[in-house]
């Protein structure tokens, strides 16, 4: 199983990474078995299965619910729960209650938390009492209002210069790795160079130690024009289309059922190819 000792060790190896969202029992399997070293339970959730129109609206209750899906599904991978908007915000101990709640409720290794500032602190509770942290700044989605939109943050050298600082007080508040988002790609490099820890780049250029992406976005199944940062590796909204529009029409034409879909009451095969006897198992998903 993948650690936290694990993604430190690939840095100090120099061997770059992949970290992808997973949201479900299905697709956390599949990522888990394709060798993904780490699963994101992301409040992108509350986007791209929830249909917010933003992250803010994701609750603890939604994060658990997905978190422990993909508990189930995963093996190998090691599991980070993001805490969502207003989950850690208010003090400390909510902070930690929230956070024992993806550990001991839904199975997650880790947890995610947003910005600097009096996050930092957090952190430093949080990575004290067991419960190992990855950090997250530059573009933080749940601040976009502060940010007056989902916009590429660390533009000026002051605000590159406050990002550098998180990072190097975040690692020392004992954080394992720090997702850097929508930052300018020399000021990822900067942030990656100065620390020991992991960066986890999105939308930060290829100087940082791992890259992830929201898995909707690179299976092609969110619609539309893509960030600049995305890369599709597929096409499903498309093929998902395909399919359902040749389920619909082989019902219309009568092709759907056909004979190998059939079950018979006394055992003999209505036709051919063999069907599913009654008593064989019959179950959904396999
Ligand atoms: O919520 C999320 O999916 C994230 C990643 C994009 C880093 O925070």
């Not at 199983?1 to 969202?21: H, N, Y």
């Not at 990656?192 to 890259?211: E, K, S």
């Given at each position: 199983?993948?650690?936290?000792?694990?993604?430190?060790?690939?840095?100090?190896?120099?061997?770059?990474?992949?970290m992808?969202?997973a949201?479900?029992?299905?697709s956390?399997?599949?990522?888990?078995?394709?060798?993904?070293?780490?699963l994101?339970?992301?409040?992108?959730?509350?986007?791209?299965?929830?249909g917010?129109?933003?992250?803010?609206?994701?609750t603890?209750?939604?994060?658990?619910?997905?978190?422990?899906?993909?508990?189930?599904?995963?093996?190998?991978?090691?599991?980070?729960?993001d805490?969502?908007?207003?989950?850690?915000?208010?003090?400390?101990?909510?902070?930690?209650?929230?956070?024992?709640?993806f550990?001991?409720?839904?199975?997650?290794?880790?947890?995610?938390?947003?910005?600097?500032?009096?996050?930092?602190?957090?952190?430093r509770r949080?990575?004290?009492?067991?419960?190992?942290v990855m950090?997250?700044?530059?573009?933080?989605?749940?601040s976009?209002?502060?940010?007056?939109?989902?916009?590429?943050q660390?533009k000026?050298?002051?605000?590159a210069?406050?990002?550098?600082?998180?990072?190097?007080?975040?690692?020392?508040?004992?954080?394992f790795?720090?997702?850097?988002?929508?930052?300018?790609?020399?000021?990822?490099?900067?942030?990656?160079?100065?620390?020991?820890?992991?960066?986890i780049?999105?939308?930060?250029?290829?100087?940082?130690?791992?890259?992830?992406?929201?898995?909707?976005?690179?299976?092609?199944?969110?619609?539309g024009?893509?960030?600049?940062?995305?890369?599709?590796?597929?096409?499903l909204?498309?093929?998902?289309?395909?399919?359902?529009?040749?389920?619909?029409?082989?019902?219309?034409d009568?092709?759907?059922?056909?004979?190998?879909?059939?079950y018979?009451?006394?055992?003999?095969?209505?036709?051919?190819?063999?069907?599913?006897q009654?008593?064989?198992?019959?179950?959904?998903?396999?």
């Amino acid at each position: 199983m993948t650690t936290v000792l694990d993604v430190q060790r690939f840095k100090d190896e120099g061997r770059r990474f992949a970290m992808l969202t997973a949201y479900d029992f299905l697709s956390a399997k599949i990522l888990d078995e394709a060798g993904i070293p780490v699963l994101l339970v992301g409040d992108s959730l509350g986007m791209v299965m929830l249909g917010h129109p933003t992250t803010l609206p994701a609750t603890m209750d939604d994060m658990l619910h997905h978190a422990k899906a993909v508990a189930r599904g995963a093996r190998q991978a090691l599991l980070v729960g993001d805490m969502p908007f207003m989950s850690y915000q208010v003090s400390t101990e909510q902070a930690i209650a929230n956070a024992g709640r993806f550990i001991q409720e839904a199975g997650m290794h880790a947890v995610k938390l947003e910005g600097g500032g009096p996050v930092i602190e957090i952190s430093r509770r949080l990575s004290e009492i067991g419960i190992p942290v990855m950090g997250h700044l530059g573009l933080t989605p749940q601040s976009v209002h502060t940010m007056g939109g989902f916009k590429v943050q660390g533009k000026t050298e002051a605000q590159a210069a406050r990002i550098l600082a998180d990072a190097k007080a975040l690692q020392d508040a004992g954080a394992f790795s720090i997702v850097l988002e929508g930052v300018p790609s020399q000021l990822a490099a900067r942030v990656t160079n100065a620390l020991r820890i992991p960066t986890i780049g999105i939308g930060a250029g290829p100087a940082t130690d791992a890259q992830v992406l929201v898995l909707h976005d690179m299976l092609g199944l969110t619609t539309g024009k893509a960030a600049k940062f995305v890369k599709r590796y597929a096409n499903l909204a498309e093929e998902i289309t395909r399919a359902a529009t040749s389920y619909a029409d082989d019902i219309r034409d009568g092709k759907f059922p056909g004979p190998e879909h059939e079950y018979s009451a006394n055992g003999s095969a209505p036709a051919s190819p063999p069907v599913k006897q009654v008593g064989e198992e019959v179950k959904y998903g396999g």
